[in-house]
């Protein structure tokens, strides 16, 4: 199975602050069509996970243009420009490159 | 707008079996893979179970092998699984998602996500 690590797994924030985190695959997310099948969900409080950032970089539709996503391979990086009140959750990113799919343990956002 | 509703999920003694459904709207369900992702209360999430959009394939998570059966009624645009034996590490909150895919015809990432429903196991 892949294994997925996150970090931090806390991440205290100042409203208009950048934030960043880190996912760490134990296999290679990079398909040979060049695709790599690594994905961003944010779990808002009380909330369902919604997907921000899929197939490594791209945004999904809705998500504001402070989230980024970028790497490749292995590593993985999610960056909010400004962070925002409304971005506190759990950040988790999950692999879709095979099965099981699965999950990191996520990075719990909250504001400082 | 695409939904997701799940139902079925409620309180159940270890050994016992429950069905959850999830009704979909505002896709083509016939076209979509489907999933099913567990949270167990205060943890992170897991995948588990996946069925192509014919139900000509089916995948298990390895915790889930052999006592849930994901299945699919196009006709009626829902999507369950059965979940028999059920054991207290099974106790979770059950969201369905839809797959999308990219080209590898795998499901790739979730979107959009049910509001789950609870399933509790404990005698």
């Known amino acids: 199975d892949i294994v997925l690590t996150q970090s931090p797994l806390s991440l205290p924030v100042t409203p208009g602050e950048p934030a960043s985190m880190s996912c760490r695959s134990s296999q290679s997310l990079l398909s040979s069509e060049g695709y790599n099948y690594l994905n961003w969900y944010l779990q808002k409080p009380g909330q369902s996970p919604q997907v921000l950032i899929y197939?490594?970089?791209n945004r999904a539709s809705g998500v504001p243009d402070r989230f980024s996503g970028s790497g490749s391979g292995t590593d993985f990086t999610l960056k909010i420009s400004r962070v925002e009140a409304e971005d506190v959750g759990v950040y988790y990113c999950m692999q879709g490159r095979q099965a099981p799919l699965t999950f990191g343990g996520g990075t719990k956002v909250e504001i400082k | 707008d695409v939904q997701l509703l799940e139902s079925g999920g409620g309180l159940v003694q270890p050994g016992g079996s429950l069905r959850l459904s999830c009704a979909a709207s505002g896709f083509t369900f016939s076209d979509s893979i489907m999933s099913w992702v567990r949270q167990a209360p205060g943890k992170g999430l897991e995948w588990v179970s996946t069925?192509?959009?014919?139900?000509?394939?089916?995948y298990y998570a390895g915790s889930v092998k052999g006592r849930f059966t994901i299945s699919r009624d196009n006709s009626k645009n829902t999507l369950y699984v059965q979940m028999n034996s059920l054991r207290a590490e099974d106790t979770a909150l059950y969201y369905c998602?839809?797959?999308?895919?990219?080209?590898?015809?795998?499901?790739?990432?979730?979107?959009?996500w049910g509001q789950g429903t609870l399933v509790t196991v404990s005698s």
């Open positions: 998602a839809r797959c999308r895919v990219q080209t590898s015809g795998w499901c790739n990432w979730f979107d959009p």
């Open positions: 069925i192509t959009a014919n139900s000509g394939s089916t």
């Open positions: 197939l490594g970089s």
